[in-house]
């Protein structure tokens, strides 16, 4: 959240009900509930959380400036992705095996192997994305920082250099003195 929106808020609802579903699960799994049924809550959970976090990098794409942002819209996308695919692989669970389904026998199936596919795809993907989008903003304000005035937020001598430099030809400069 902090590299999608810059800052970690996050929506309380949202954790209540992902705690509330992951607590569910534990209990379940410690009353010796069928696997394939005391795991479903927790994919809801997971698949919960990245549906909050593609629609808050989906809706902060289109509050910034830069609406158009392709990396924001491929985060968006692969958390999107991740968030159907934990919530479909809860589902299947519950489709494709019966109740004495032990957690061995799931790691086994090749439905377990699709979907650890399916979610290593969009998850590396948002990996890779993330830490572009970590570095992109470093150096963004390190590029800001070198070219402004800590004190007034001006531009600095080179900078201003560099703007006067590339100005067009017919252009012009008015300097000001402020304080005489």
């Given at each position: 959240?902090?590299?999608?929106?810059?800052?970690?808020?996050?929506?309380?609802?949202?954790?209540?009900?992902?705690?509330?579903l992951?607590?569910?699960?534990?209990?379940a799994?410690?009353?010796?509930?069928?696997y394939?049924h005391?795991?479903?809550?927790f994919h809801?959970a997971?698949?919960?959380l990245?549906?909050?976090?593609?629609?808050?990098?989906?809706?902060?794409?289109?509050?910034?400036?830069?609406?158009?942002?392709?990396?924001?819209?491929?985060?968006t996308?692969?958390?999107?992705?991740?968030?159907?695919v934990?919530?479909l692989?809860?589902?299947?669970f519950?489709?494709f095996f019966?109740?004495?389904?032990r957690f061995s026998d799931?790691?086994?199936?090749?439905?377990?192997?699709?979907?650890?596919?399916?979610m290593?795809?969009p998850?590396?993907t948002?990996t890779?994305?993330?830490i572009?989008r970590?570095l992109?903003?470093?150096?963004?304000?390190?590029?800001?920082a070198s070219?402004?005035?800590a004190?007034?937020?001006?531009?600095n001598?080179?900078?201003f250099s560099?703007?006067t430099?590339?100005?067009?030809?017919g252009?012009?400069?008015?300097?000001?003195d402020?304080?005489?």
């Amino acid at each position: 959240f902090i590299v999608l929106t810059g800052s970690a808020h996050r929506r309380p609802w949202s954790l209540a009900i992902a705690a509330t579903l992951t607590g569910a699960t534990c209990i379940a799994i410690g009353t010796g509930y069928a696997y394939i049924h005391a795991v479903f809550p927790f994919h809801i959970a997971i698949g919960l959380l990245m549906g909050e976090a593609g629609l808050r990098s989906f809706f902060h794409g289109r509050e910034t400036a830069n609406g158009s942002d392709h990396i924001n819209k491929a985060i968006t996308v692969c958390l999107a992705a991740m968030a159907a695919v934990f919530t479909l692989r809860g589902i299947g669970f519950l489709a494709f095996f019966d109740s004495a389904a032990r957690f061995s026998d799931i790691k086994q199936s090749g439905y377990e192997l699709a979907t650890m596919m399916a979610m290593a795809v969009p998850g590396m993907t948002l990996t890779l994305l993330l830490i572009f989008r970590t570095l992109d903003q470093a150096a963004s304000q390190y590029r800001t920082a070198s070219q402004t005035d800590a004190l007034t937020g001006l531009m600095n001598r080179g900078a201003f250099s560099s703007a006067t430099a590339s100005a067009a030809d017919g252009s012009w400069l008015i300097l000001c003195d402020i304080d005489h």
